[in-house]
């Protein structure tokens, strides 16, 4: 190792050719390779179907793979049962036992280890503070909000120091505004303690708030694995492009290729030019993948121009309060929407011609959907 670099933590998690079939037919996990590093926080997401919950749950021995292994602590667990596996689980239906109080659903797991009293006690009172439920330790789970409850769960799962904790859509059942305040509280203990979490949402603007790095599954398969900024500036494919963040999508054939950029005919009319991500050389169907808010908006007879500037028709203003969005018509494609600061959208009318403009390292050629 070169002076300077910095040694990368080791694995804590290891899937090793893991494969997952319920019928013997059909495959919900394929050949499944990942690490997860001591300490990380590392999101599954991907849609309903994807593999990400199987991936979990044989993670937290619920589930046993048809093919391959999982060490965890370089350890093989596949024929581990779950309550020796040292792992915590956090679930979105809070699994909490309604005739306990909350001090005793929290150390319901301690009992189980046959932990002393007095460290139950002293782990419990701790736990309590964590969350900041010292007043509420003799309510039941059926006294407390959603919030509450979520929050006890997290305590209970964290109550006997695990070397990982596992969380399946844990905020699901909340409102926006809770959802959105349990996603920092989480991510601060997560910091604060220097546990490994193990996150399973479809919510992908919940998996670029929280995590570390992000495994978007599709189909059974890892299509990317990587940083919330990279995955969102950087998709490897198609899918990953559209379901990471708001996306536009133009379909066109490639006319040439050179270096990093090819240019790009596209099949509603018009030519840009388009960095090279994912494409199978010239003459191959292609899909465009341009963020909302990297596109300018210029009146019809504006100045400007450059190489990807193209006609476009107000279709649709939306009004979102920090941000406006404007829906149009651009090469076919009827609801292109570009991502406008509060106010400048009430010059745009319904059916009138604009230009767009977007810089050509701001459209990603992919493979065609």
């Known amino acids: 190792m070169e002076a300077g670099m910095v040694k990368p933590a080791p694995a804590l998690v290891r899937f090793s050719g893991i494969q997952k079939t319920y019928d013997g037919e059909h495959l ?68 909490l036992f309604p005739h306990l109080t909350i001090a005793e ?4 797991p301690l009992s189980v280890r046959n932990t002393s009293k007095a460290e139950a006690q002293e782990r419990v009172s701790a ?22 409850q ?47 979490v193990v996150y399973v949402t479809h919510d992908q603007s919940e998996a670029l708030t929280m995590s570390d790095r992000i495994a978007v599954f599709n189909d059974g398969i890892v ?6 900024d990279a995955l969102y500036e950087h998709p490897v494919n198609s899918f990953v492009a559209h379901f990471i963040g708001e996306n536009n999508v133009l379909a066109g054939t490639v006319e040439t290729v050179e270096k990093e950029y090819c240019r790009v005919a596209l099949a509603g009319g018009g030519a840009v030019t388009a960095r090279a991500v994912n494409v199978s ?26 190489p990807n500037r193209l006609p476009a028709k107000v279709q649709n203003t939306i009004y979102l309060g920090d941000h406006a969005l404007a829906v149009l018509d651009v090469a076919g494609n009827g609801k292109f929407m ?6 400048t959208h009430d010059s745009l009318r319904h059916g009138e011609g604009v230009f767009i403009t977007f810089r ?4 990603l050629a992919l493979n065609p959907v």
């Open 28 to 95: 919900v996990v394929k050949n499944l390779d990942l690490d997860i590093r001591k300490g990380e926080f590392i999101t599954l997401l991907g849609p309903s179907g994807s593999g990400k919950t199987t991936t979990l749950m044989m993670l937290a021995g619920f589930e046993v793979p048809t093919q391959g292994e999982i060490y965890l602590a370089e350890r093989p667990i596949k024929n581990v049962p779950p309550h020796k596996r040292d792992i915590g689980m956090v679930f979105q239906n809070y699994a």
């Open 105 to 108: 659903n929290i150390a319901f």
């Open 127 to 148: 736990a309590l503070r964590m969350i900041k439920m010292e007043a509420l330790a003799h309510r039941r789970p059926g006294q407390l909000s959603g919030g509450q």
């Open 150 to 196: 979520q929050r006890v769960a997290l305590a209970r799962a964290l109550v006997f120091n695990p070397q990982l904790v596992l969380m399946d859509e844990p905020l699901g059942a909340l409102d926006k505004r809770l959802r959105e305040q349990m996603q920092l509280e989480i991510k601060q203990l997560h910091e604060t303690m220097g546990i490994t």
């Open 223 to 228: 299509q990317q694995i990587d940083r919330p």
């Open 281 to 306: 050389g010239v003459g191959a169907s292609t899909s465009l993948s341009v963020r909302p808010e990297r596109i300018a908006i210029i009146p019809d007879g504006g100045a400007g121009d450059g």
């Open 338 to 343: 570009v991502k406008l600061q509060p106010g």
């Open 360 to 363: 050509p390292e701001d459209c």
